[in-house]
């Protein structure tokens, strides 16, 4: 049986922000919560495939403490949720890298997600960070590593 409490899922969020010209504005690593939902996620697909993978991330700007019974950002910026621009597993972890381009996802940033869906779905994590303020030319890549063990 698929215990949560002795299964860990952990993990650490890169994020690096540029501006129109590529020079770094931001560049930060946090921690992040895999919610009970991304843990229900990661027993399933174990089972068997019936559930979509992990296929989009989403910023917003609320920064209340993510929680493990939390499903979605408290605040998502409109329009910012974005698919990734890639998915690599080695060894115990997997990584999601998504790019936010000019455009996508601007504001004073202050959490992020990733999801198994362009809308709704199932939230994997969640962190929340110090405030990113991400003009509407800067671009931001969020590298997101969770460690199974």
Do not use: P
């Amino acid at each position: 049986m698929f215990n949560k409490e002795i299964t860990k899922a952990t993990g650490k969020v890169h994020v690096v922000v540029r501006d129109e010209n590529q020079n770094i504005k931001e560049d930060f690593l946090v921690d992040n919560l895999v919610v009970g939902s991304g843990l229900d996620f990661i027993a399933e697909r174990m089972k068997d495939a019936v559930t979509s993978v992990m296929s989009h991330m989403e910023v917003g700007t609320d920064n209340t403490a993510a929680s493990a019974g939390q499903t979605a950002l408290v605040a998502a910026v409109g329009a910012s949720r974005t698919g990734l621009t890639s998915s690599t597993v080695t060894g115990d972890a997997i990584a999601y890298v998504c790019t936010f381009g000019a455009g996508v996802g601007t504001g004073g940033l202050v959490e992020a997600g990733v999801f198994n869906a362009s809308s709704a779905g199932d939230m994997l994590c969640r962190t929340v960070f110090s405030v990113i303020n991400k003009g509407a030319l800067d671009s931001m890549t969020i590298t997101w590593t969770i460690t199974i063990s």
